[in-house]
């Protein structure tokens, strides 16, 4: 007669048939009784890790305004409290990416944050494609010649050739401005739906930087209009008093719509009138055109 299998203790082992079944049941009646979840996405996402967030928004703290923040100015432009603005400082400072000036305790960003806009610069298409066309420009005007791309409301400047004749030499790459002011930025949104230009000016404080600037919603919207018809954006002194700006997009067929503009900016002793401004965008329409990706 076959005796029964027993384990250590003396109680009988469940079969692995058993042992599966139950499993089975158990795993089908939890599923059956888990609500239905959202499709959440953004910061809702469970994939969302807030403390990278943190992380991003200590850095940004630093945003050229001041070169230096104590712990408590940290806190209260990031929205911590002092305990957790000092954890992730101290996190930040540990992996290279602040310093600390032990005599005036204050932070600044290292150099190490340049890393992630060298790696940004060599590694785009964008930038490499346009480069030597915004240098061959440049050399051809004697004038600045600019690479944006639109990023939310703003533009990005992502390379820059300055000339001798510079008029703002605090424009660096990575200077953010406000689309809507811009020749780069009023060229990009010129070729957008006009539901993605409202997103644009919801987000954005209209203002007037100049006695120049056109700040009204239904005139920005007019000269989108125009600027789509004539095939470039050109502005006199919207943002930055001085400067005269001239743009046209670079689009990626790929994708079918624009990904970046070339602009090149001029300062009012040095401009001619309407002849300049043809000469101009003749020349930004050429180098765009060029840069542009044709094809798929």
């Known amino acids: 007669m076959m005796r029964k299998t027993t384990d250590s203790a003396g109680a009988k082992a469940p079969s692995t048939t058993s042992k599966t079944a139950k499993a089975v049941k158990t795993e089908a009646t939890t599923t059956a009784a888990e609500p239905a979840r959202p499709d959440n ?27 230096q ?9 990031t929205g911590f409290d002092l305990s957790t603005a000092q954890r992730f400082t101290y996190t930040l400072m540990t992996l290279g990416y602040l310093t600390k000036d032990e005599e005036v305790r204050k932070y600044e960003l290292a150099p190490k944050v340049l890393n992630f806009a060298y790696h940004y610069l060599t590694s785009s298409e964008l930038v490499r494609r346009a480069t030597p066309y915004l240098q061959q420009l440049s050399q051809e005007t004697e004038e600045t010649t600019n690479l944006t791309i639109l990023d939310g409301p703003d533009v ?3 390379q820059r050739i300055v000339s001798r004749n510079v008029l703002n030499p605090n424009v660096v790459t990575g200077t953010r401005l406000p689309a809507y002011c811009t020749a780069s930025g ?4 010129s070729t957008l739906s006009e539901a993605e230009v409202d997103d644009i000016l919801d987000h954005t404080d209209l203002k007037m930087y100049t006695p120049f600037t056109i700040a009204d919603r239904d005139k920005i919207k ?4 125009k600027f789509r018809e004539q095939g470039y954006a050109h502005i ?10 001239t743009a ?34 003749d020349l930004v329409m050429s180098a765009a055109r060029v840069i542009s990706i044709q094809g798929r």
């Not at 923040?69 to 432009?77: F, T």
């Not at 007019?222 to 209009?225: E, G, I, K, S, T």
């Open 41 to 67: 996405t953004g910061v809702d996402s469970p994939l969302y890790v807030n403390s990278v967030e943190k992380s991003m928004r200590v850095l940004m703290a630093f945003d050229g305004q001041q070169r």
């Open 69 to 77: 923040l104590s712990l408590s100015q940290i806190a209260a432009l």
């Open 156 to 158: 990005v400047f992502v």
């Open 186 to 189: 009023l060229a990009i949104m």
């Open 222 to 225: 007019q000269r989108l209009a």
């Open 236 to 245: 006199r002194e919207e943002y930055f008093f001085g400067d005269i700006s």
């Open 248 to 281: 046209a997009v670079i689009t990626d067929s790929r994708i079918g719509r624009a990904v970046g503009a070339v602009n090149l900016a001029i300062t009012t002793a040095r401009w001619s009138g309407d002849a300049d401004e043809r000469r101009h965008a």
